[in-house]
């Protein structure tokens, strides 16, 4: 719904229908007939945020509630927000037009460390002050989750309550509080105080932080009774738990323009680099029925051709086969696509093949993550080059004619050696393919590989690590495209200061919060867009506020140094991790949880139980 003054800016600006609203399965309600009005806000353009699952289902939670409106709010781009401060438009939620300011609950989504100075951005221009501790009433209430949530230090000024984990049950639990605390006049500190006793609720204003001289931290103290350890919140059963009838249909083109179906949740692999793959155990699996039951009412509400299978490891769901079976009854008799991201090289199977040639061809691809089988020994992938070289044969014959593998530069222990294997990988996928008597003739073969930096992140094997230097990083690219020596591999890689910055970001304490802030008031925004990330203004910013970014990008820490996120408890043990950080110095791996089970304790969130199969759980 749109006002008279949105409607004048809007045909000053590119794309005017990310900020209209009305599309296809946007829920609309009586604002007079509703007790509390939730602005879900996504940090990023219209184009990020419309692709983002979590997103999706939480609107329709909270909207499955009677006295409950959520609606979506998304980060105008430059040249919107240039218009709204110009016209004086505050920033405004989609489905009624009406200003997010008059809200009762404000929530963001932290699904990268880049979007922080969105956060403060969208709230200034919405006419709500940044800092929580300028915001006296109880409404709104401005919370966050999503896997940034996981370290929420350097945000803890500005956001009122963190989610911790899963939000499908504990989004309503702070819901039901807040339409309580409204009914009984309560103040914002007594809302707040009784949220930090909502499991998976962490409040950051009811703990003090101190220091040591040497700059890392003291202790974490919790206060007004708040729980000392703050333990995330997960789903226990996926089949049960609700999952949306229909998705919001974008006017314009997306990221991700398709039906995405979650078909598990956690890994079992316990790659030492990857956050996700701690972050969202245990595993948990949908049963097949559940799954095509409810794509096949998802593509009957949306109009999708293409149902995307989600997971961090798709060729890992036990039931994949059943389920392929299961959906290619009807999908291919009404053209829908099946894509599956997230394969896995070592389980990538003849029968699985089979399957996907009866959907639409794209390229192929598998992430290796290092080059050579000595790191990726260390980083615990337990994928063999012989695996690579396999699959890539096996796509060649299945008729697949380009593959793209990704890898990561800056891993702990790596050398140059490990860099000049990247390529080295991808010239083998190349001769196999022209070894390959079965494939399509006529056409050549193009190899992709894109490498990432490594950022060491919380709650990982590699917590402790050192983030490579810009100047390590960047020598290594050169190196990288050195040893390039066939046009049939083509090369794209990160900017190593945006890296950098994730890095900073990602292991940092609350410190860090007047970097951010003075970054944005500088101009910053965006900066996750090339085009829109100003470096030079990032390093004004911590030198004005008297913080050195290499303390948290740069530096080893030690296993007893009190971390930003020790009074979170995302479920994993701590002696567990460093027993992982020790092995992969020696390049020893760890079998998958379905072989042994390392004792990594995230079963007890889930009493105990443990979806994975392993054989000997501890």
């Not at 309580?180 to 930090?196: M, T």
């Not at 990538?348 to 790191?375: C, H, I, N, W, Y």
Request: aromatic share 10%.
């Amino acid at each position: 719904m749109v006002n008279k003054k949105v409607e004048k800016v809007l045909p000053l600006v590119q794309k005017p229908a990310r900020y209209t609203g009305g599309e296809l399965n946007s829920v609309i309600k009586d604002k007079n007939k509703v007790n509390l009005r939730y602005a879900f806000c996504f940090p990023d353009s219209y184009e990020i945020g419309m692709s983002h699952l979590g997103l999706k289902i939480l609107y329709s939670i909270a909207n499955e509630r009677e006295d409950c409106w959520c609606e979506r709010v998304f980060a105008p781009w430059v040249d919107m927000e240039e218009q709204m401060r110009k016209n004086s438009i505050p920033l405004y939620a989609l489905e009624s037009g009406d200003y997010i300011k008059d809200f009762d609950i404000i929530g963001f989504t932290l699904q990268y460390e880049l979007s922080y100075t969105n956060v403060l951005n969208m709230l200034d221009l919405a006419g709500i002050p940044v800092r929580s501790e300028d915001r006296h009433s109880l409404t709104p209430i401005v919370f966050a989750g999503g896997p940034c949530a996981c370290n929420p230090e350097p945000m803890a000024d500005y956001i009122d309550l963190f989610v911790l984990g899963e939000g499908e049950e504990v989004n309503n639990e702070v819901l039901d509080l807040l339409k309580e605390c409204k009914k009984n006049g309560d103040s914002k500190r007594e809302f707040l105080k009784k949220a930090s006793h909502i499991g998976g609720v962490y409040v950051p204003s009811l703990y003090d932080v101190t220091y040591k001289a040497d700059g890392t931290i003291k202790a974490v103290t919790a206060k007004d009774g708040a729980p000392k350890k703050v333990t995330k919140r997960i789903i226990s059963d996926l089949d049960k738990v609700y999952y949306p009838k229909s998705f919001v249909v974008p006017f314009i083109e997306v990221v991700h323009d398709r039906v995405v179906h979650e078909i598990l949740r956690g890994c079992i692999r316990g790659c030492r680099f990857c956050q996700a793959g701690f972050l969202y155990r245990p595993i948990r699996q949908k049963k097949p029925d559940t799954i095509n039951c409810q794509a096949r009412a998802l593509c009957d509400a949306t109009g999708y051709d293409e149902i995307s299978l989600s997971s961090l490891s798709t060729s890992d769901y036990t039931y994949l086969s059943q389920l392929l079976d299961e959906m290619l009854a009807w999908t291919v008799d009404e053209n829908v696509n099946i894509a599956l991201p997230s394969l896995r090289v070592d389980n990538f199977s003849d029968e699985l093949m089979e399957k996907l040639k009866k959907v639409r061809k794209s390229g192929l691809t598998f992430a290796p993550e290092a080059g050579t089988q000595r790191l990726r020994d260390a980083i615990n992938k337990n994928v063999t080059e012989e695996e690579v070289l396999k699959t890539a044969r096996m796509s060649f014959e299945g008729g697949w004619t380009a593959v793209k593998l990704y890898f990561m530069l800056g891993l702990p222990t790596e050398t140059l050696e490990d860099v000049a294997g990247i390529p080295a990988l991808a010239q083998k996928v190349v001769d196999e393919f022209y070894k390959t008597p079965d494939r399509v003739k006529g056409r050549g073969v193009s190899v992709n590989i894109s490498v990432s930096s490594f950022v060491p992140k919380p709650f990982t094997p590699f917590q402790w690590d050192p983030q490579d230097t810009m100047e390590q990083l960047t020598e290594k690219q050169h190196y990288l495209l050195k040893c390039v020596t066939s046009k049939k591999i083509g090369v794209s890689y990160h900017h190593v200061n945006t890296s950098f910055l994730e890095g900073v970001f990602a292991r940092g304490d609350r410190r860090l919060g007047a970097v951010i802030e003075e970054a944005w008031k500088n101009g910053c925004k965006f900066d996750g867009w090339d085009e829109q990330f100003h470096f030079e203004t990032w390093l004004e910013a911590f030198k004005k506020c008297g913080v050195d970014p290499a303390f948290y990008a740069n530096r080893r820490r030690s296993y007893d140094e009190v971390l930003p996120w020790d009074h979170l408890d995302y479920g994993i043990r701590k002696q567990f991790l460093i027993d992982e950080s020790e092995k992969a110095r020696r390049s020893e791996t760890t079998p998958h949880c379905r072989i042994k089970c390392a004792g990594c304790g995230t079963n007890r969130l889930n009493g105990g139980k443990c979806d994975a199969l392993c054989k000997d759980m501890v």
